[in-house]
């Protein structure tokens, strides 16, 4: 059969709905994150992110289904994203997968890849 993605060896859906609520939590009480959100709510922001890992990884293409092409780097040009902000979404994010305790080996795959993303959605370098 094929083999298995990276989503399912994980855990599926659960693992990824865990750290990004676990990711949120802390983005909520992040002084310089949560003002950058520009509804009052968490919830729709939350969703989204959730459900661009699942596809990313691997699991259901819903992510696309209602947003279309990803183009991430696109979405980020309205807010400004330096080394400050990369650092404090990398921190809310490093509690996040920390929690989910995946074995070592998934653990850095999963690490490395959100480190890349991040530097990739600079658009700042003040
Ligand atoms: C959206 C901030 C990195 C994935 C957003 C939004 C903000 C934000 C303020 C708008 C919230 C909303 O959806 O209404 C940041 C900051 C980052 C960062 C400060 C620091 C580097 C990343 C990374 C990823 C990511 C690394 C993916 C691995 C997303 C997704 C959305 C989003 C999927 C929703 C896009 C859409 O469908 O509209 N981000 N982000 N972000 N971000 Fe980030």
Redesign the pocket.
């Known amino acids: 059969g094929t083999p298995e993605s990276f989503y399912d060896a994980v855990g599926g859906e659960a693992t990824f709905t865990r750290i990004v609520a676990r990711f949120y939590a802390e983005v909520e009480r992040d002084e310089v994150?949560r003002p950058?959100?520009?509804?009052p709510e968490l919830a729709?922001?939350e969703e989204?992110?959730r459900l661009?890992?699942i596809q990313y990884w691997g699991g259901p293409h819903t992510y696309s289904d209602q947003?279309g092409h990803?183009r991430?780097r696109m979405?980020?040009n309205p807010?400004t994203?330096g080394p400050i902000?990369?650092d404090?979404?990398l921190r809310c994010m490093r509690i996040a997968v920390d929690e989910e305790r995946l074995p070592e080996q998934q653990r850095t795959q999963l690490w490395q890849y959100?480190e890349m993303?991040?530097n990739s959605?600079?658009n700042s370098w003040v």
């Open positions: 994150l950058m959100y520009p509804e729709a922001a989204r992110l661009f890992l947003r990803p991430l979405r980020h807010f994203i902000e990369r404090a979404w959100l993303a991040a959605m600079m």
